[in-house]
C-alpha cells in the first residue's frame, strides 16, 4: 500500500471512523440474532460461558485459610426424622445463627401415618430451635407479571415452605442469578441478589446469605446495602473442606457429613457462637455426584466445562463469607464501561489512521501487531486487576472494536469516505449549476 495522501482532519475521521465500527458491530450483532452464523458455532458454544476474570478465580488467587465462623453441614439422604435430629443436636452446641437451605412442603411423599409424625417432629425441632434461624424463600413472578415484566427485576409472589415449619425463622431469599431457564439446564452462577421487593405487598426481603451475616454481625451488611446493586458479583474464596476429594480451593469452610453430626463426631468448639449451614451436599463426601451443582468461576476447566463444581450452599457460604469481610468485587457501570471501550477504540482508530496517511506500506503488518499486542496487554491486565484488587474490567465490546479496528478502518477510507466524499461533490455542483431566479 502506497503512502495516503487524505485531505481533511484526521481527528474528524477518526471519529466518523469509529462511529462506523460501532454502526457495523450493531449491524453484525443483530444479524447473528437470526442464526445466519450457528454452522460456525461450535467454538462459540465451548467459550460462550467464560470470563477472563474465571482464569483469576482458578488459577492465580492463591486460597485462604478457613473461614471458622461458617461450619456447612449435609443433610445427605436423611429424611424428615434425620434432619430433625441433625438440627436438634446441633442446636444444643449454642450456635449463633442456623441457616436451612431446603423447603419443606406438606407432611411428606409417601402421606403415610408414619411421614405425618416425622413431619410433626420436624416441626417441632425447628419451632424450638434456639439459635436465630433462617429459611429460605424464591421470590418469583406469577404469569400475569411474566407477561408484562419478563426478563425485569420485579416480582409478585413471595415462595416459602409451609407456614408450619417457619414460625420460628426468618425468611431470606436463596435466588442466584444462573441465566438457567430450567432446572435442568447449565446452571453457572457469578452473581446474587442483595435484596428483592415484592410488589403488592411492600416487603423487602434480603438475601439468603445476607440475612445469616446480618444476624451474625449486625454492621456486616451495611456496607453490602450501601453499595445499592441490583446483583454483585461473588467474591469465590473456595468449597468446604473435604477430606475424600481434595482440590487447592477445598479448604475454605468446614463441613459435616451426615453421619458425623448423628454420631456427634465433632469438636463442640467449631459450632458455638458459629453460622451452620444446613443443605444438600451429595450422597455423602466425596461421592461422584452432579446433580444439584453449580458451575463456578473455581471450576479449574476453564472453557467447554464437563462437570459442575460447586454445592448450593456452598455458595451461600462464599457470599455470607465476602459480606462477612467486606470483600466486594468492584466493577465500572454499564455507562462507564461503553464511554471506555469508545475512547478505546477511537485512540486506535486514530494512531491506525496516522499510519494509514503516512506510513501506508506499513500499514497491515503494523496495525495487526499493534492489535495483537494491545489486547494481550488488555486482558492481562483485566486478569491481574481482578486477581489483586477484585475490580473487575468489563471491556468485551471495546475489545470487539479494537480487534475489528484495522479492517474496518480501510473500508471506511476505500469505501465509505470516498463515498460520502463524491456525493457531497455531486450535491455541490448541483447547487452550482441550479438556475437563479430573478426577482
Known amino acids: 500500500m502506497a503512502k495516503q495522501k487524505i485531505k481533511g482532519s484526521i481527528w474528524v475521521d477518526s471519529l466518523f471512523a469509529t462511529v462506523f465500527i460501532y454502526l457495523f458491530m450493531y449491524v453484525i450483532s443483530n444479524i447473528s440474532a437470526f442464526k445466519i452464523f450457528d454452522a460456525?458455532?461450535?467454538?462459540?458454544?465451548?467459550?460462550?460461558?467464560?470470563?477472563?476474570?474465571?482464569?483469576?478465580?482458578?488459577?492465580?488467587?492463591?486460597?485462604?485459610?478457613?473461614?471458622?465462623?461458617?461450619?456447612?453441614?449435609?443433610?445427605g439422604p436423611l429424611d424428615r426424622q434425620g434432619i430433625a435430629d441433625q438440627l436438634k443436636i446441633i442446636d444444643k452446641y449454642k450456635p449463633k445463627v442456623i441457616g436451612i437451605d431446603s423447603f419443606f412442603k406438606g407432611y411428606g411423599y409417601g402421606g403415610t401415618a408414619e411421614d405425618t409424625l416425622k413431619t410433626l417432629y420436624l416441626t417441632e425441632v425447628l419451632n424450638n430451635i434456639q439459635a436465630e434461624l433462617v429459611m429460605v424463600a424464591k421470590?418469583?413472578?406469577?404469569?400475569?407479571?411474566?407477561?408484562?415484566?419478563?426478563?425485569?427485576?420485579?416480582?409478585?409472589?413471595?415462595?416459602?415452605?409451609?407456614?408450619?415449619?417457619?414460625?420460628?425463622?426468618?425468611?431470606?431469599?436463596?435466588?442466584?442469578?444462573t441465566d438457567a431457564e430450567f432446572q435442568d439446564d447449565i446452571k453457572i452462577?457469578?452473581?446474587?441478589?442483595?435484596?428483592?421487593?415484592?410488589?403488592?405487598?411492600?416487603?423487602?426481603?434480603?438475601?439468603?446469605?445476607?440475612?445469616?451475616?446480618?444476624?451474625?454481625?449486625?454492621?456486616?451488611?451495611?456496607?453490602?446495602?450501601?453499595?445499592?446493586?441490583?446483583?454483585?458479583?461473588?467474591n469465590y474464596r473456595g468449597d468446604f473442606v473435604n477430606f475424600f476429594d481434595q482440590s487447592r480451593f477445598s479448604t475454605r469452610f468446614y463441613a459435616l457429613d451426615w453421619y458425623q453430626v448423628l454420631q456427634e463426631d465433632f469438636v463442640p468448639?467449631?459450632?458455638?457462637?458459629?453460622?451452620?449451614?444446613?443443605?444438600?451436599?451429595?450422597?455423602?463426601?466425596?461421592a461422584a455426584q452432579w446433580e444439584d451443582k453449580f458451575f463456578t468461576p473455581l471450576n479449574t476447566k476453564i472453557a467447554g466445562r464437563a462437570n459442575p463444581d460447586m454445592f448450593g450452599p456452598v455458595i451461600h457460604a462464599n457470599i455470607t463469607s465476602m459480606i462477612l469481610n467486606r470483600d466486594y468485587v468492584d466493577s465500572l457501570t454499564e455507562t462507564q464501561e461503553i464511554v471506555l471501550g469508545v475512547i478505546l477504540c477511537y485512540l486506535n482508530v486514530l494512531l491506525f489512521s496516522f499510519i494509514y496517511r503516512n506510513m501506508g506500506v506499513w500499514y497491515d503488518g503494523a496495525t495487526k501487531l499493534?492489535?495483537?499486542?494491545?489486547?494481550?496487554?488488555?486482558?492481562?491486565?483485566?486478569?491481574?486487576?481482578?486477581?489483586?484488587v477484585s475490580f473487575k474490567l468489563e471491556i468485551s465490546i471495546g475489545l470487539f472494536a479494537v480487534a475489528l479496528a484495522g479492517d474496518l478502518l480501510e473500508v471506511y477510507y476505500g469505501v465509505v469516505r470516498n463515498a460520502v466524499m463524491k456525493l457531497m461533490d455531486r450535491v455541490s455542483k448541483r447547487k452550482r449549476k441550479a438556475p437563479v431566479v430573478s426577482e
Open 189 to 234: 452462577c457469578r452473581k446474587f441478589p442483595p435484596k428483592r421487593e415484592v410488589l403488592g405487598t411492600g416487603e423487602e426481603y434480603l438475601a439468603f446469605a445476607a440475612k445469616m451475616a446480618e444476624l451474625y454481625d449486625p454492621s456486616s451488611t451495611k456496607p453490602l446495602l450501601e453499595r445499592d446493586k441490583d446483583f454483585e458479583i461473588i
Open 40 to 75: 460456525f458455532d461450535s467454538i462459540g458454544q465451548a467459550l460462550e460461558d467464560m470470563e477472563m476474570t474465571d482464569i483469576a478465580f482458578s488459577q492465580l488467587r492463591e486460597p485462604l485459610p478457613p473461614d471458622t465462623s461458617i461450619v456447612l453441614v449435609n443433610f
Open 139 to 177: 421470590v418469583e413472578q406469577t404469569d400475569s407479571l411474566a407477561e408484562k415484566y419478563a426478563g425485569e427485576e420485579m416480582y409478585d409472589y413471595l415462595y416459602l415452605s409451609d407456614s408450619m415449619f417457619i414460625k420460628n425463622a426468618h425468611a431470606a431469599i436463596a435466588n442466584l442469578d
Open 370 to 388: 499493534i492489535q495483537v499486542i494491545e489486547v494481550m496487554l488488555i486482558l492481562f491486565i483485566i486478569i491481574q486487576l481482578f486477581a489483586t
Open 269 to 286: 468448639e467449631i459450632i458455638e457462637g458459629k453460622i451452620v449451614l444446613f443443605g444438600y451436599l451429595g450422597e455423602e463426601f466425596g
